[in-house]
């Protein structure tokens, strides 16, 4: 079974730019997750999907970043314009139907110079 | 009431010791306790969990003890390893109809097991 995949896994961006994550969750996976991890603590949910709707983005900058899952398969997290903060890893995650297990991916680490 | 409380931040083991992490929580709506290790440029893995009906199980050389009166939860890390050295985050989480589940996470421990 293939996992969780992330692109890119590296990205460094200026301040004010924009920037574009993508993740494929796991095959059959109808729950899908963004977090963000910033370096020395544990990941934090930014937005949470069940299929192609939202559940929970009650921590997601709304200001400046923006979650899609058009189709219920793969989601794109966006982030414009980018400040120094917001300098981490996001990590994609997805779970399956009826079971607690969340599986992550790789993660993309996200540099705001 | 969502924080999960995790200690030490830190852990130095001799290799073939124990290593012990512990977490507390305050929701007593918690249901679903895993723990997971995270390798540096890797996303976190889950190592092994817990539902609260239950006080301690075991998977190989890892054992989460789980006490929910006093709602702390332990992982154990037994004959400690060089390849553990990680970090292992604790969480909690609560599932919900229609597929709602919010996982809080521990802001983690850093092991270095040595040789």
């Known amino acids: 079974e293939a996992g969780v995949a992330q692109s890119p896994r590296y990205k460094i961006i200026e301040k004010r730019q924009s920037v574009a994550f993508w993740c494929n969750p796991i095959s059959g996976h109808a729950t899908l997750y963004w977090y963000q991890q910033i370096l020395g603590q544990g990941p934090k949910l930014l937005i949470q999907?069940?299929?192609?709707?939202?559940?929970?983005d009650s921590q997601l900058p709304k200001d400046r970043f923006s979650a899609e899952r058009l189709k219920g398969v793969d989601s794109t997290l966006k982030i414009q314009p980018a400040k120094l903060e917001d300098s981490a890893v996001y990590l994609c995650?997805?779970?399956?139907?009826?079971?607690?297990?969340?599986?992550f991916g790789p993660g993309t680490r996200l540099t705001v110079t | 009431q969502q924080q999960v409380k995790q200690s030490p931040q830190s852990l130095i083991v001799q290799k073939g010791g124990i290593s012990i992490i512990n977490c507390a929580y305050e929701n007593t709506a918690f249901d679903y306790f895993p723990w997971y290790q995270q390798f540096p440029g890797k996303g976190p893995a889950l190592l092994i969990a817990?539902?609260?009906?239950?006080s301690e199980k075991k998977e190989g050389r890892f054992t989460i003890s789980f006490n929910k009166s006093a709602k702390q939860f332990s992982l154990h890390i037994m004959d400690s390893q060089p390849g553990d050295s990680a970090t292992y985050f604790c969480?909690?989480?609560?599932?919900?109809?229609?597929?709602?589940?919010?996982?809080?996470f521990g802001t983690g421990t850093k092991l270095q097991v040595i040789p």
């Open positions: 817990i539902r609260p009906d239950v």
């Open positions: 995650a997805s779970r399956g139907q009826g079971v607690y297990e969340q599986y």
């Open positions: 969480a909690a989480s609560r599932a919900r109809a229609g597929g709602y589940q919010k996982v809080t």
């Open positions: 999907f069940q299929n192609n709707g939202v559940v929970d």
